[in-house]
């Protein structure tokens, strides 16, 4: 039982190029998340996805996209990548019991900087 | 969205001695979730709380959901150095049925040996 996976642990991309930050977990949940951290300033909410083919915006969607691919993964694009888009992502999973206390639990992160 | 403020911002302690930190925020919350980040690792739950009033503890972690439903206490007693990372306050959005977190900023723990 693994948990919640990420892959890559770390990445280095140039302005402009394009990747996809993978997410699976094994715990048969139904609502995953995706967020960034930046020195100082908490987790801020990308993305979520509350049940297998549904997704959502959250605080700061901008220059991202997600697909829900199935219900164990959930991926994070970036077509066209900006410095400012350098952060700490992680993708979290939980049950998902419509209530709002729901545990969320974390991968390890991706960390990626845009030069 | 909705403010969490976290203090103090870091603190440097000397193992054994004892640690307080707290979160406000600029409405109400119904649950106050209290996280650890290990370095290079993602959060990890630590306390929920979910009345007003409540006290509940983790082993040498005790955490409490204030009276006026606008803030939340985290203290640690006699710290030891594993206890090192960030903490982080986070609640659901209000009158959210998503189970969408909003978090504070983080407290980040030092403790020398």
């Known amino acids: 039982n693994a948990g919640v996976t990420q892959t890559p642990k770390f990445q280095v991309l140039k302005t402009g190029q394009s990747m996809t930050l993978q997410c699976a977990q094994d715990?048969?949940?139904?609502?995953m998340y995706w967020y960034r951290q930046d020195p100082g300033m908490g987790l801020r909410l990308i993305y979520y996805?509350?049940?297998?083919?549904?997704?959502d915006k959250g605080e700061v969607p901008n220059g991202y996209n997600v697909s829900r691919l199935n219900k164990r993964e959930f991926s994070l694009r970036l077509e066209s990548a900006a410095p400012s888009q350098t952060s700490v992502y992680f993708c979290?999973?939980?049950f998902g019991t419509g209530i709002g206390t729901d545990t969320q639990y974390f991968g390890p992160g991706t960390r990626l900087t845009v030069l | 969205g909705q403010q969490l403020n976290q203090s103090p911002q870091s603190m440097f302690i000397q193992e054994g001695e004892d640690v307080s930190m707290n979160c406000t925020s600029s409405?109400?919350?119904?649950?106050w979730l209290w996280y650890k980040q290990d370095p290079g690792e993602g959060p990890v739950l630590l306390i929920a709380?979910?009345?007003?009033?409540e006290l509940t503890s983790n082993g040498r972690l005790t955490a409490q959901f204030g009276t006026t439903r606008k803030d939340s206490f985290l203290n640690i007693s006699a710290s030891i150095p594993s206890d090192v990372g960030i903490y982080f306050c986070?609640?659901?959005?209000?009158?959210?049925?998503?189970?969408?977190?909003?978090f504070g900023r983080g407290t980040q723990l030092t403790v020398w040996p």
């Open positions: 979290a999973s939980s």
């Open positions: 715990m048969n949940h139904n609502s």
């Open positions: 996805s509350a049940s297998e083919g549904t997704t």
């Open positions: 409405s109400i919350f119904n649950t």
């Open positions: 709380l979910y009345k007003a009033g």
């Open positions: 986070a609640g659901p959005q209000r009158g959210s049925t998503l189970g969408r977190l909003y």
